[in-house]
């Protein structure tokens, strides 16, 4: 470590620091790109002056240019002579809605002052705050995050690599439980890709569950249900021919319990499908991880916040369910079949087929 200062490089430390600013700001700019449907109405009418996206966009030109300019600055919107378009990664990742790529939901809304201020107690405390604590946006967050990857991924990919699950599924009688099921994007996406199929999907977050059923009854399935439950009301949801639990065990104050309820729930040649982050395990080997520092403040203000919403909460955090881990929670649970299946595109899970 080095501990003298250096005064020829202060300029760009401070540079340094500021880019830190300059993410949360212009993250806030490319959520209102969202949320005015500015990226839907560039892509209709680029290349395009800032008067025309206004007009197609039915906003302030004035606000729009400014917008726009911000965007260029960004390097997400290119201009040539008064035209503006998005560069053509861009428009695949912020407008195409069936492309695995598609992000716009990442961009906030931004955190509120009380969940800082709740974060700064829980400092204090050692006590955080549950997914559903956040508020609405928090399960919108992350369904939007999540939703792209798990609608390209799952079905085609995930469980097609699962040895001889989807005839299971698509033979009748099966049943499929999605435990954690969020604001259901793969639970709605299980109960129309397996329509013989009974699908339950089970959150303990009523605001989840909401836009869950939202999301349910706009694609009208007769074999879908949503119920309000943790791992500890498993037993009632089983046994289970699929299990189904994404991005949820590293959030858990007791992992090693739910692990325990999962293995009591599924049907003795049943499939258990995971999905967690692609930790590493120290500090060091993270180091190498794409996006690091992203992942550590998720994982302050949402994913080990709910680790510790409990006292003496495991607290593993975003990052901390890597290969080895879940593996050793899994075998003490009599779990003997344990194959960790990665996906090409996908730069953020670990998908884990778990058996008897
Ligand atoms: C990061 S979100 C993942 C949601 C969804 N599976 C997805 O991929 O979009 C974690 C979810 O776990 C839920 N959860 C928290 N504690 C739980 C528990 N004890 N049992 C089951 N789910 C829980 C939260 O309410 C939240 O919806």
């Known amino acids: 470590m080095r501990t003298e200062f250096d005064p020829d490089r202060l300029p760009l430390a401070i540079l340094e620091l500021f880019r830190i600013k300059q993410g949360e700001m212009v993250s806030a700019l490319m959520h209102l790109g969202a949320r005015l449907e ?8 680029e290349p395009c002056t800032s008067d025309e996206l206004a007009e197609a966009a039915g906003l ?14 960004a390097g997400v919107v290119q201009h040539d002579d008064g035209r503006f378009a998005l560069t053509p990664e861009a428009r695949v990742a912020l407008t195409d809605r069936g492309h695995w790529a598609y992000m716009p939901g990442v961009y906030g809304p931004p955190l509120t002052h009380r969940e800082i201020e709740r974060t700064a107690e829980a400092f204090r405390t050692g006590v955080g705050m549950t997914w559903d604590e956040h508020g609405d ?27 001889g699950a989807t005839d299971r599924l698509q033979a009748g009688g099966a049943r499929i439980v999605d435990v954690g099921c969020g604001s259901g994007v793969a639970a709605r996406l299980l109960a129309s890709s397996f329509p013989a199929a009974e699908v339950v999907g089970i959150d303990p977050s009523e605001r989840a569950l909401a836009a869950a059923r939202a999301r ?10 949503l119920e309000q439950g943790t791992f500890d009301d498993l037993d009632r949801f089983g ?3 699929l299990l ?30 995971v999905a967690d982050i692609k930790g590493r395990g120290d500090l060091e080997s993270n180091l190498k991880i794409p996006l690091l520092p992203y992942m550590y403040a998720m994982s302050v203000f949402y994913c080990m916040s709910s680790g510790l919403s409990e006292p003496d909460g495991e607290g593993l955090g975003t990052l901390g369910l890597h290969p080895a881990r879940l593996e050793e929670m899994v075998r003490n649970e009599g779990f003997t079949r344990f194959t960790p299946h990665e996906v090409e595109q996908d730069p953020t899970n670990w998908y884990y087929e778990i058996r008897r």
Do not use: I, K, Y
């Not at 349910?216 to 249900?225: K, P, R, V, Y």
């Open 239 to 241: 046994p289970a021919d």
């Open 38 to 45: 500015l990226w839907d109405a560039l892509s209709g009418c």
């Open 137 to 163: 946006h928090a399960c919108h967050m992350q369904c939007a995050m999540s939703a792209a990857r798990q609608e390209s991924f799952l079905v085609p990919e995930v469980l097609a690599a699962f040895d």
């Open 60 to 73: 302030r030109e004035r606000w729009v240019r400014e917008w726009l300019h911000g965007m260029v600055a």
């Open 244 to 273: 189904v639990t994404l991005d949820v065990l590293h959030d858990l104050p007791r992992p090693q319990q739910a692990v325990a309820a999962a293995a009591r729930s599924l049907a003795p040649d049943g499939w258990w499908l």
């Open 216 to 225: 349910a009854q706009e694609a009208d399935l007769d074999n879908l249900t």
